[in-house]
């Protein structure tokens, strides 16, 4: 997820900083939408959120400690899944800005 965030981009960065310049609202690299009105302003912000919340909460504790350290059951591995499809959906129809 996060290198082909940093593909489509361009940038080099990782984690929140790379998360919340790309999709930043402001000045975006990429937008899930046409971020005219204030909730798709709003759907673009929480998205980076999400980023930001798969690194923190399933990539870090991975990729911090050793793997047999970070128990995961079967039905969070199938939601992690889940969210990880939905993102990677987004990122299908993100447009460069």
Do not use: C, Y
């Not at 980076?48 to 050793?66: D, E, K, Q, W």
């Amino acid at each position: 997820m996060t290198q082909r965030i940093r593909d489509m981009s361009s940038l080099t960065t990782d984690g929140t900083e790379l998360f919340n310049t790309v999709f930043s609202v402001k000045n975006p690299i990429l937008a899930i939408n046409s971020l005219v009105t204030e909730t798709e302003q709003s759907e673009q912000k929480g998205f980076s959120n999400i980023l930001i919340g798969l690194f923190g909460a399933v990539r870090n504790p991975t990729a911090h400690v050793p793997k047999v350290s970070w128990p995961v059951t079967e039905h969070d591995a199938l939601d992690i899944f889940a969210l990880l499809s939905f993102v990677h959906r987004k990122l299908d129809n993100a447009k460069n800005v």
